[in-house]
């Protein structure tokens, strides 16, 4: 039995990776309990640019604990919350930060989606209504009466924090 595995990214490339190291992913892995390691194995919905950084995740959680995260979130730097390298690995553009989160969901790799997550709470961590829907690109489509009032049926929540 060979210790690489093929995987296929979204754009059709093959990635030949350590199955130790694929293996962090719990769907690669049930894949290849399963007796998949003689096919390739396609990841449509991954691409390679970021399947790449996905390997490197996985590479370094082989030698290393995962990321062990405080929830809520005590500090909006996720340097407070964590080791820099899992800090400085999160530290990208948002929409690449988003295609992470979305692949490490999607491969079942619960240690990167929960460190993507969140690096996404700390950059919303202490924002007000209007700044988070900037952030997402959110469009306000409530007319000022109607976010009173939910403003004001939710004010629990405000208190809470």
Known sequence: M?????LITAEGETVEVE??????SAL???MIDDGDMEEDIPLPN??????VKIIEF??????????EIEKPLRSNNLNDVTTPWYADFVALDQEVLFE??????YLNINPLLELSCAKVASLIKNKTIPEIRKFFSIEND?????????MEENKWAEESF
Do not use: M, R
Not at 2 to 6: E, G, P, R
Not at 19 to 24: C, L
Not at 46 to 51: E, G, M, Q, T, Y
Not at 100 to 105: C, E, G, P, Q, V
């Open 2 to 6: 060979s210790n690489k595995v093929k």
């Open 19 to 24: 199955v130790e190291i694929a293996s962090k």
């Open 28 to 30: 690669i892995k049930g």
């Open 46 to 51: 991954v691409k390679k640019s970021i399947l």
């Open 58 to 67: 996985c590479a370094y959680l082989k030698d290393n604990h995962p990321p």
């Open 100 to 105: 992470l989160i979305l692949a490490a969901n």
């Open 142 to 150: 409530f007319t000022p009466e109607e976010e009173a009032q939910i």
